[in-house]
């Protein structure tokens, strides 16, 4: 039987969602006898991983019946999705660790940060922003911020005015890209069919559940 690749590829890219990969590096900071990342480093912020800039590409949702298949190995988590790669595409080199966020597809998010700290960042890829608020020094009534505009490394700044007093904590809520990390490879060796690059099925996983 003679299968095609460019076949497998040109489906996949037909009918695939777009996603961003970034490829994942081990920190320096990590600690070389327990293994543990620095907590206040700035480049990882206790990740003890860095990725690098994102590239775009396509991979198609794997359908239920493999989805229930790597439930069956006892080490699924709820959010995980297994996808198809084309070997078409730059992720095609996916490894462990690395990142991949779905472009296709925004949740909500709301996190409690402290302004001026060293990690005042947000560590993934937002859609949009659309409140900020904190309480006043009595804690009886709500200020209403400003909007900040978020830079690629996700450090935020309050050009146009709003901005919560340094060292106080304040709410930030709005919309963020469905986010992942690979988890590792589907266990089933079948990207490779007499010397040909088929198309390989990953493992992701919800990117809030990374390191714990």
């Not at 003890?48 to 198609?60: C, D, K």
Request: glycine letters at 14%; aromatic letters at 12%.
């Amino acid at each position: 039987m003679m299968l095609s690749p460019d076949a497998f590829n040109g489906f996949l890219n037909t009918i695939g969602q777009q996603y961003v990969w970034r490829q994942s590096f081990a920190c320096p900071c990590i600690d070389s006898h327990s293994g543990a990342a620095k907590p206040s480093c700035p480049l990882c912020f206790g990740k003890g991983r860095q990725w690098n800039a994102g590239v775009r590409g396509i991979a198609g949702m794997a359908g239920a019946k493999t989805q229930r298949a790597w439930a069956q190995f006892g080490v699924y988590e709820g959010g995980d999705v297994v996808v198809t790669v084309g070997s078409d595409q730059p992720m095609y080199a996916m490894g462990q660790f690395d990142r991949v966020t779905a472009v296709n597809a925004v949740n909500r998010f709301s996190l409690v940060l402290t302004h001026g700290a060293p990690v005042e960042r947000l560590l993934m890829m937002v859609a949009a922003i659309d409140r900020v608020f904190w309480l006043t020094v009595d804690g009886t009534s709500i200020v209403e911020g400003g909007i900040p505009a978020v830079a690629a490394n996700g450090a935020l700044s309050w050009g146009d005015g709003g901005e919560p007093p340094v060292g106080g904590k304040y709410t930030i809520s709005g919309t963020k890209f469905l986010d992942y990390f690979c988890y590792g490879d589907f266990p089933a060796n079948r990207n490779a069919q007499g010397g040909s690059r088929l198309p390989k099925r990953v493992v992701l996983r919800d990117f809030d559940l990374f390191t714990r």
